[in-house]
């Protein structure tokens, strides 16, 4: 078995592949929601309790805490903030954007000028951006479909920088350093999330989310801070999922099953042992996959409402890739560009 430093020290990691295959199966998820408006209808959610697009964000949560991490350790909390919101913003904004003004335009009922002069679409465009709402609907688009709104995976943004706001003041106070409490912050919350599943009744979702997403981002994080000691080991990660199904319909099962798929995704990004350049491109596609997946998928729908989820699964799949392109060719490269020029100045300067 190989340690987590290790993997990192080797030429090339797969942290780009699996980050756009998590981004491509939050789209495969959504395209069964889409059609019909039943969650349930989505892959894995009968079997696991959670649909295949929540695993994905698992996913994600997992390597943006391990990767995050590594980049306020390394490079110091003003390169950070900067780098995290070169990365966010931009791409959030054109998409918001690209969507309301552009593809709303396109596919609204209500004539143009009465588009354009609705106080919803603008409160959309200022939800969007300053609260990551998902839920807004613009007039007259998308109204006949299942769910009204258009851009529905930004609300995981809210989370995601907010775990980034934690780390943040983590490592101003030192905390970072003192590595056990990373551990502590991990079991902490999978204590928290274990005994809000012995409350009577149904768990409220916006609960578990709330200590789901910041569990999986901080034991993305531990394992960074415990890379020289932590182990990348396939029959651990399997025995992690198996115990995960034992415990299955207990309250241990949802922070049992959240931690298994951070060690898991993680074993994926350092521990497959094909080492290529074609599995971490210099091109990342995965968050514009995830911003304009949805979009792509609720106009499908709408110009062809009677076509299954799997007859408007491939187009909706290499659609989404090819705005995710343009996003990357023309948003998300030049912001990337001027992090590295901000970054090259300060290190100059000093």
Not at 1 to 24: D, E, S, Y
Not at 162 to 175: D, T
Request: with cysteine; aromatic share 10%.
């Amino acid at each position: 078995m190989v340690t987590v430093a290790a993997g990192l020290g080797q030429p090339h990691n797969a942290f780009g592949a699996v980050r756009l295959a998590l981004a491509l199966l939050v789209v495969v998820s959504h395209a069964f929601s889409v059609t019909t408006g039943a969650i349930l209808d989505e892959p894995l959610t009968r079997l696991t309790g959670y649909t295949l697009g929540e695993h994905a964000v698992n996913g994600f949560f997992a390597v943006s805490g391990f990767l995050v991490t590594m980049s306020l350790m390394r490079r110091g909390s003003r390169d950070y903030v900067v780098a995290r919101a070169l990365r966010i913003v931009p791409g959030l904004a054109a998409a918001t954007l690209v969507v309301a003004l552009g593809l709303g335009s396109v596919m609204t009922t209500v004539s143009l000028p009465a588009y354009w002069g609705d106080p919803g679409l603008w409160r959309f465009i200022q939800g969007t951006l300053t609260t990551f709402k998902s839920n807004a609907a613009l007039p007259g688009v998308f109204s006949e479909n299942p769910f009204r709104f258009p851009m529905g995976t930004v609300w995981t943004l809210k989370y995601e920088v907010l775990c980034y706001g934690g780390l943040l003041a983590a490592g101003l106070v030192g905390a970072l350093r003192r590595r056990r409490l990373g551990l502590l912050l991990v079991a902490g919350l999978a204590v928290a999330l274990a005994l809000a599943g012995l409350r009577g009744g149904e768990m409220p979702k916006a609960l578990e989310t709330a200590l789901r997403l910041p569990l999986i981002f901080s034991a993305g994080a531990a394992l960074f801070l415990y890379a020289d000691r932590a182990r990348l080991s396939w029959p651990l990660a399997l025995a992690l999922l198996a115990l995960a199904g034992l415990l299955h319909g207990t309250a241990l099962y949802p922070p049992a099953l959240f931690l298994a798929e951070a060690y898991g995704v993680l074993c994926l990004g350092l521990g497959l042992p094909i080492r290529h350049p074609a599995l971490d491109p210099r091109a990342d596609l995965s968050y514009g996959s995830y911003l304009y997946g949805w979009p792509v998928q609720q106009s499908l729908h709408a110009l062809f409402p009677t076509a299954s989820a799997w007859l408007l699964l491939g187009p909706s799949l290499v659609l989404t890739l090819a705005v995710a392109a343009l996003s990357w060719r023309f948003v998300e490269r030049p912001a990337l560009g001027w992090k590295a020029r901000l970054m090259g100045r300060r290190e100059a300067l000093a």
